[in-house]
Protein backbone atom coordinates (compact mmCIF):
# COMPACT_ATOMS: atom_id res chain seq x y z
CA UNK A 1 0.00 0.00 0.00
CA UNK A 2 1.04 3.75 -0.90
CA UNK A 3 1.57 5.74 1.68
CA UNK A 4 -0.08 8.56 -0.59
CA UNK A 5 -3.08 8.62 -2.81
CA UNK A 6 -3.80 11.00 -5.23
CA UNK A 7 -6.71 11.84 -7.02
CA UNK A 8 -7.02 14.04 -10.14
CA UNK A 9 -10.20 14.98 -11.33
CA UNK A 10 -10.62 16.04 -14.88
CA UNK A 11 -12.74 16.69 -17.68
CA UNK A 12 -12.00 17.62 -21.01
CA UNK A 13 -8.86 18.69 -20.38
CA UNK A 14 -6.67 16.69 -22.71
CA UNK A 15 -4.60 20.13 -22.84
CA UNK A 16 -3.56 19.96 -19.32
CA UNK A 17 -3.71 16.50 -17.78
CA UNK A 18 -0.10 15.30 -19.06
CA UNK A 19 1.10 18.70 -16.93
CA UNK A 20 -0.73 17.66 -13.66
CA UNK A 21 0.19 14.23 -13.85
CA UNK A 22 3.80 14.57 -14.45
CA UNK A 23 3.98 16.98 -11.57
CA UNK A 24 3.18 14.47 -9.71
CA UNK A 25 5.92 11.80 -10.76
CA UNK A 26 8.12 14.74 -10.34
CA UNK A 27 7.67 14.40 -6.32
CA UNK A 28 11.00 14.13 -4.43
CA UNK A 29 8.62 12.00 -2.23
CA UNK A 30 7.73 8.61 -4.25
CA UNK A 31 5.81 6.60 -2.25
CA UNK A 32 1.95 7.09 -3.97
CA UNK A 33 -0.24 5.94 -6.21
CA UNK A 34 -2.40 8.26 -8.80
CA UNK A 35 -5.67 7.73 -9.67
CA UNK A 36 -6.66 10.07 -13.13
CA UNK A 37 -11.01 9.50 -12.12
CA UNK A 38 -12.00 11.19 -16.38
CA UNK A 39 -15.60 12.67 -15.76
CA UNK A 40 -17.14 11.17 -18.92
CA UNK A 41 -14.49 13.81 -21.16
CA UNK A 42 -15.24 14.01 -24.61
CA UNK A 43 -12.20 14.97 -26.10
CA UNK A 44 -8.26 12.89 -26.15
CA UNK A 45 -7.99 12.59 -22.74
CA UNK A 46 -7.85 8.74 -23.10
CA UNK A 47 -4.77 9.54 -25.42
CA UNK A 48 -2.56 12.16 -23.26
CA UNK A 49 -2.72 10.00 -20.54
CA UNK A 50 -1.40 6.72 -22.40
CA UNK A 51 2.36 7.25 -22.17
CA UNK A 52 1.86 7.45 -18.36
CA UNK A 53 0.35 4.07 -18.22
CA UNK A 54 0.83 1.72 -16.00
CA UNK A 55 2.22 4.44 -13.51
CA UNK A 56 -1.06 5.49 -13.03
CA UNK A 57 -4.81 4.02 -12.48
CA UNK A 58 -7.20 5.19 -15.32
CA UNK A 59 -11.02 5.38 -14.23
CA UNK A 60 -13.77 6.97 -16.36
CA UNK A 61 -16.93 7.75 -15.80
CA UNK A 62 -19.58 6.97 -19.05
CA UNK A 63 -20.96 10.62 -18.76
CA UNK A 64 -20.08 13.76 -17.19
CA UNK A 65 -21.14 13.83 -12.93
CA UNK A 66 -19.05 16.55 -11.62
CA UNK A 67 -15.88 17.08 -9.79
CA UNK A 68 -17.48 15.99 -6.96
CA UNK A 69 -18.84 12.68 -8.50
CA UNK A 70 -15.16 12.54 -9.79
CA UNK A 71 -13.34 12.88 -6.48
CA UNK A 72 -15.21 10.66 -4.43
CA UNK A 73 -14.88 8.09 -6.89
CA UNK A 74 -11.20 8.77 -6.54
CA UNK A 75 -11.45 8.53 -2.82
CA UNK A 76 -13.88 4.91 -3.42
CA UNK A 77 -10.95 3.30 -5.65
CA UNK A 78 -7.69 4.14 -3.61
CA UNK A 79 -6.40 2.44 -0.79
CA UNK A 80 -3.54 5.09 1.21
CA UNK A 81 -3.74 6.04 4.30
CA UNK A 82 -3.13 9.68 3.10
CA UNK A 83 -5.15 11.18 1.00
CA UNK A 84 -4.41 14.68 -1.58
CA UNK A 85 -6.32 15.71 -4.68
CA UNK A 86 -4.92 17.77 -7.70
CA UNK A 87 -6.95 19.61 -10.05
CA UNK A 88 -5.70 19.26 -13.56
CA UNK A 89 -5.33 22.57 -14.30
CA UNK A 90 -3.07 23.19 -11.61
CA UNK A 91 0.02 21.36 -10.70
CA UNK A 92 2.84 20.63 -7.67
CA UNK A 93 6.51 21.70 -7.50
CA UNK A 94 8.49 18.73 -6.50
CA UNK A 95 8.60 18.94 -2.97
CA UNK A 96 4.97 19.13 -2.26
CA UNK A 97 4.49 15.90 -0.48
CA UNK A 98 7.75 15.37 1.12
CA UNK A 99 6.85 18.98 2.90
CA UNK A 100 3.20 17.58 3.78
CA UNK A 101 4.24 13.96 4.66
CA UNK A 102 6.97 15.42 6.77
CA UNK A 103 4.26 17.90 9.25
CA UNK A 104 2.32 14.99 9.90
CA UNK A 105 5.01 12.47 10.89
CA UNK A 106 6.28 15.54 12.69
CA UNK A 107 2.80 16.19 13.81
CA UNK A 108 0.85 12.68 14.41
CA UNK A 109 -2.21 14.45 15.83
CA UNK A 110 -2.72 16.26 12.47
CA UNK A 111 -5.32 15.19 10.44
CA UNK A 112 -5.09 18.06 7.72
CA UNK A 113 -2.68 21.02 6.03
CA UNK A 114 -1.93 22.49 2.88
CA UNK A 115 0.81 24.52 1.44
CA UNK A 116 0.66 27.66 0.55
CA UNK A 117 0.09 28.37 -3.94
CA UNK A 118 1.13 30.82 -6.51
CA UNK A 119 -1.38 32.23 -8.66
CA UNK A 120 -1.01 32.28 -11.82
CA UNK A 121 -4.36 34.54 -14.16
CA UNK A 122 -4.13 34.00 -17.92
CA UNK A 123 -0.51 33.57 -17.50
CA UNK A 124 0.68 36.09 -15.75
CA UNK A 125 1.53 35.41 -11.97
CA UNK A 126 -0.92 37.64 -9.10
CA UNK A 127 -0.58 38.08 -5.67
CA UNK A 128 -3.51 37.36 -3.88
CA UNK A 129 -5.17 39.86 -1.99
CA UNK A 130 -5.10 40.21 2.11
CA UNK A 131 -8.60 38.30 2.23
CA UNK A 132 -7.55 35.22 0.56
CA UNK A 133 -4.57 34.38 2.63
CA UNK A 134 -4.60 31.23 4.08
CA UNK A 135 -5.02 30.89 7.62
CA UNK A 136 -3.76 28.08 10.11
CA UNK A 137 -4.86 25.99 12.69
CA UNK A 138 -8.35 27.04 13.89
CA UNK A 139 -9.88 28.28 10.41
CA UNK A 140 -13.43 27.77 10.49
CA UNK A 141 -14.50 32.09 10.85
CA UNK A 142 -12.38 32.65 8.03
CA UNK A 143 -13.32 29.15 6.45
CA UNK A 144 -17.15 30.78 6.54
CA UNK A 145 -16.08 33.88 4.89
CA UNK A 146 -15.07 32.38 1.69
CA UNK A 147 -13.37 29.26 0.77
CA UNK A 148 -9.47 29.46 2.04
CA UNK A 149 -8.83 26.00 1.35
CA UNK A 150 -7.57 24.71 -2.34
CA UNK A 151 -8.40 21.08 -2.99
CA UNK A 152 -4.85 21.10 -4.67
CA UNK A 153 -2.96 21.76 -2.00
CA UNK A 154 -4.61 20.05 0.80
CA UNK A 155 -3.33 16.87 1.92
CA UNK A 156 -6.04 14.55 4.48
CA UNK A 157 -5.80 11.66 6.47
CA UNK A 158 -8.44 9.00 5.32
CA UNK A 159 -9.82 8.12 8.44
CA UNK A 160 -10.82 12.14 8.67
CA UNK A 161 -12.53 11.71 5.38
CA UNK A 162 -14.47 8.44 6.86
CA UNK A 163 -15.47 10.54 9.75
CA UNK A 164 -17.16 13.66 8.16
CA UNK A 165 -17.87 12.37 4.53
CA UNK A 166 -16.73 12.94 1.41
CA UNK A 167 -17.43 15.67 -1.06
CA UNK A 168 -21.45 16.29 -1.29
CA UNK A 169 -22.48 15.57 -5.09
CA UNK A 170 -25.59 17.72 -4.35
CA UNK A 171 -23.37 20.73 -5.03
CA UNK A 172 -22.59 21.81 -8.31
CA UNK A 173 -20.10 23.93 -6.85
CA UNK A 174 -18.48 24.87 -3.80
CA UNK A 175 -18.34 21.37 -2.68
CA UNK A 176 -14.90 21.82 -1.22
CA UNK A 177 -16.14 25.10 1.01
CA UNK A 178 -19.13 22.45 1.87
CA UNK A 179 -16.26 19.98 3.02
CA UNK A 180 -13.48 22.40 4.96
CA UNK A 181 -16.66 23.96 7.15
CA UNK A 182 -17.52 20.39 7.85
CA UNK A 183 -13.76 19.46 8.82
CA UNK A 184 -12.85 23.07 10.27
CA UNK A 185 -15.66 23.32 13.04
CA UNK A 186 -14.01 20.32 14.74
CA UNK A 187 -10.16 19.77 13.26
CA UNK A 188 -7.74 22.33 12.91
CA UNK A 189 -6.37 22.85 9.37
CA UNK A 190 -2.88 23.71 9.26
CA UNK A 191 -0.52 25.81 6.70
CA UNK A 192 2.77 24.84 5.02
CA UNK A 193 3.96 28.14 4.00
CA UNK A 194 6.21 27.27 1.34
CA UNK A 195 4.55 27.91 -1.94
CA UNK A 196 4.45 24.73 -3.32
CA UNK A 197 1.33 24.32 -5.67
CA UNK A 198 0.92 26.60 -8.57
CA UNK A 199 -2.92 27.09 -8.99
CA UNK A 200 -3.84 28.85 -12.71
CA UNK A 201 -7.47 30.44 -13.54
CA UNK A 202 -9.26 32.89 -15.73
CA UNK A 203 -9.81 29.76 -18.22
CA UNK A 204 -13.49 29.88 -19.79
CA UNK A 205 -13.41 26.20 -18.84
CA UNK A 206 -12.54 26.76 -15.05
CA UNK A 207 -16.09 25.24 -13.03
CA UNK A 208 -16.30 28.76 -10.80
CA UNK A 209 -16.68 30.87 -14.12
CA UNK A 210 -19.22 28.79 -15.53
CA UNK A 211 -21.59 28.31 -12.94
CA UNK A 212 -23.63 31.48 -11.92
CA UNK A 213 -24.71 32.63 -8.27
CA UNK A 214 -22.19 30.85 -6.67
CA UNK A 215 -23.05 32.30 -2.97
CA UNK A 216 -26.31 30.24 -2.75
CA UNK A 217 -24.09 27.38 -2.49
CA UNK A 218 -21.90 28.70 0.15
CA UNK A 219 -25.33 29.69 2.13
CA UNK A 220 -26.53 25.98 1.54
CA UNK A 221 -23.14 24.55 2.72
CA UNK A 222 -23.91 27.33 6.12
CA UNK A 223 -27.34 26.20 6.68
CA UNK A 224 -26.45 22.62 6.56
CA UNK A 225 -23.59 22.90 9.35
CA UNK A 226 -26.06 24.70 11.57
CA UNK A 227 -28.77 22.54 11.10
CA UNK A 228 -26.15 19.21 11.65
CA UNK A 229 -26.13 20.73 15.49
CA UNK A 230 -22.54 19.72 15.53
CA UNK A 231 -21.33 23.49 16.63
CA UNK A 232 -21.26 25.15 20.48
CA UNK A 233 -22.89 28.62 20.93
CA UNK A 234 -19.79 30.72 19.52
CA UNK A 235 -19.36 28.41 16.55
CA UNK A 236 -23.47 28.76 16.38
CA UNK A 237 -23.45 32.67 16.35
CA UNK A 238 -20.22 32.99 13.93
CA UNK A 239 -22.07 30.68 11.23
CA UNK A 240 -25.72 32.97 11.84
CA UNK A 241 -23.52 36.43 11.15
CA UNK A 242 -21.96 35.13 7.94
CA UNK A 243 -25.14 33.75 6.99
CA UNK A 244 -27.14 36.80 7.57
CA UNK A 245 -23.99 38.64 5.87
CA UNK A 246 -24.74 36.09 2.08
CA UNK A 247 -27.99 36.21 1.96
CA UNK A 248 -29.13 40.25 2.63
CA UNK A 249 -26.25 40.62 -0.71
CA UNK A 250 -27.40 37.53 -2.27
CA UNK A 251 -31.36 37.89 -1.44
CA UNK A 252 -30.93 41.96 -2.49
CA UNK A 253 -29.37 40.66 -5.74
CA UNK A 254 -31.93 38.49 -6.32
CA UNK A 255 -34.57 41.53 -6.01
CA UNK A 256 -32.59 43.98 -8.42
CA UNK A 257 -32.86 40.73 -11.39
CA UNK A 258 -36.89 41.12 -10.87
CA UNK A 259 -36.57 37.67 -8.99
CA UNK A 260 -38.94 38.40 -5.46
CA UNK A 261 -39.69 35.05 -4.42
CA UNK A 262 -36.08 34.05 -4.47
CA UNK A 263 -35.13 37.11 -3.21
CA UNK A 264 -37.64 37.46 0.15
CA UNK A 265 -36.62 33.53 0.75
CA UNK A 266 -33.28 34.33 0.94
CA UNK A 267 -33.52 37.55 3.02
CA UNK A 268 -35.91 35.85 5.42
CA UNK A 269 -33.94 32.65 5.87
CA UNK A 270 -31.06 33.63 8.76
CA UNK A 271 -34.22 34.58 10.82
CA UNK A 272 -36.07 31.18 10.12
CA UNK A 273 -32.75 29.50 11.91
CA UNK A 274 -32.36 31.89 14.58
CA UNK A 275 -35.42 32.29 15.76
CA UNK A 276 -35.53 36.11 15.28
Not at 85 to 102: G, M, N, R, T
Request: with cysteine; net charge neutral; aromatic share 8%.
Amino acid sequence: MAAVSVIIPTFNRAHKIARAVASVLYQTFSDYEILVVDDGSGDATPEALTPFLPRIQYVAHSKNLGVSAARNTGIRESRSPLVAFLDSDDYWLPEKLAAQVSFFSKHPQAVACQTEELWIRRGVRVNPMKKHLKPSGDILEPSLRLCVVSPSAVLLKRSLLEEVGVFDEGFPACEDYDLWLRISWKYPIWLIPEPLVIKEGGAPDQLSRSIEGMDQYRIRAIVKLIDSGCLNGNQTEAALKELRFKCRIYGNGCLRRGKREEGLYYLNLPHSLSGS
